[in-house]
Each structure stands twice: as C-alpha cells, then as structure tokens.
C-alpha cells in the first residue's frame, strides 16, 4: 500500500516550531485584522473585501498632479 501524503502521523514533527514563519507570511500576505462587528455592518467578508477593494482602486486611479514642462 502506497503513503498517504496527507496522512500526518508519516511525518516527523520532533524538531516542529509553532508558528515559525508566521511573522514572514504576514508581511508577504498584507494581512489586515478587522473587528467583527465592523465586518457584520459591512455585510461580512466577502463584502468588505469588495468595498475595500473598491477604494484601493479609487485611491490609485487618482492622477498624479503634472510638474510644467521646463523651458
């Protein structure tokens, strides 16, 4: 019978550390924590996910002022 790879008693988890990449992963993700009661008025996560989407897209659509033209 062949492994499972997800079965996970066929790992070794002596040497594990909780949480190890957990600061890296942040940083990659952008994660943002929001209470859930601001979520619930907004009308959940997939909501607020849009309505935050919306006004990144707003706030980088803005142009930028032009410099004049040197002489």
């Known amino acids: ?22 600061r890296r992963a942040q940083r990659s993700l952008g994660t943002l924590t929001i209470e859930k009661s601001v979520v619930d008025i907004l ?3 997939e909501k607020a996910a849009t309505i935050l989407r919306s006004i990144a897209a707003v706030i980088t659509t803005k142009t930028k002022p032009k410099r004049p033209k040197a002489a």
């Open 1 to 22: 019978m062949a492994k499972n790879e997800f079965d996970m008693r066929n790992y070794d988890w002596t040497k594990a550390q909780r949480g190890k990449y957990l």
């Open 43 to 45: 009308g959940g996560p």
